[in-house]
């Protein structure tokens, strides 16, 4: 199943913003209450959708910013995350109270590896262990999202069963993570189409994307989510984050604006490119800006032009009958 094409709300893409928790984990870039809730009101003027304030379980600290930035902050959607666990679903449920708008992100491993060496555990367990989690968390808030940790490292099959226990449990969003950056963009990009298409009640929620960047595919990795269905990319200021960060939300932004900017220019003049027409012309593209100053309405022509051209001209000697060999 694929996910609605006529939802708004499923068409629109959501940048959710973990600066203030994921990114926290990154060496040197603990923040003070004070600090947190200033950056809290600036992601807010950004315009960020969702806004993960911390982790309500993890310390007194932890809690007070959230609850904080949930009573003064308004404009993005505030979230805090918590395991799988009543205790940690009901202190993020008081942490959120004040937000206008909230939402419960709760979180359990997915990969064997993570199962059996981690939280020691069989499968069967973990699946219940979701089931009942989300529908505890729904009682406090009606947004829950779920993110099956390690999703990348886990058996698909197993991933796909998780990801309908959640959905069918009441969650809002799924969010699939690349938790210890292992993925690249085709895989990443084929394990959301493959749960889109294959998880009952898919068309229901939005699918997120959660990259980090040890292989430096991070921003990739996440715009390879984008089109394999993803409504929802999870981000930071600057790409901080544990280990080595995690893609960041400015390039993200920015690759999606100036991708968008050229596709309307290029329908305004008269010109539309299906998605694979239009990285080939955008690549053209950079690569005239590297050698001019400014690129015209009439350098857009005749990339797009040119390509054609070519596409023809292969079309053409593709369609020709090969000679015989004398």
Known sequence: MKQSSNDPQRERLYFFDTTLRDGE??????????????LAHGLADLGVDILEAGFAVSSEGDFNSIFDIAKAVRGPRIASLARARRQD?????????????????????SSDLHLEHKLKIAREEALAQVGESVSLARKYVDDVEFSPEDATRSDPEFLRQMVGVAIEAGATT???????????????????RMLIERVPGADKVIFSSHCHDDLGLAVANSLAAVQGGARQVECTINGIGERAGNAALEEIA??????????????????????????????????????KKAVYDQDLINLVSHHRRHHDLVGDLLAQPLAKSS
């Not at 870039?29 to 004070?34: D, F, I, K, L, V």
């Not at 799924?174 to 959301?192: A, K, R």
């Open 254 to 291: 920015a690759v999606l604006h100036v991708r968008g900017a050229m596709a309307h220019r290029l329908a305004q003049l008269g010109y539309e490119l299906a998605p694979s027409d239009l990285d080939i012309a955008y690549a053209a593209f950079t690569e005239l800006a590297d050698r």
């Open 25 to 38: 984990q990154s060496p040197g870039c603990s923040m003070t209450r004070e600090e947190k809730l200033t």
């Open 174 to 192: 799924i969010n699939v993570p690349d938790t210890v950056g292992y993925s690249t963009p085709e895989e990443y990009g084929s394990l959301f």
């Open 89 to 109: 679903i009901e202190l993020a449920a008081r942490a959120v109270e004040p937000a206008k708008e909230s939402r419960i992100h709760v979180f359990l491993a």
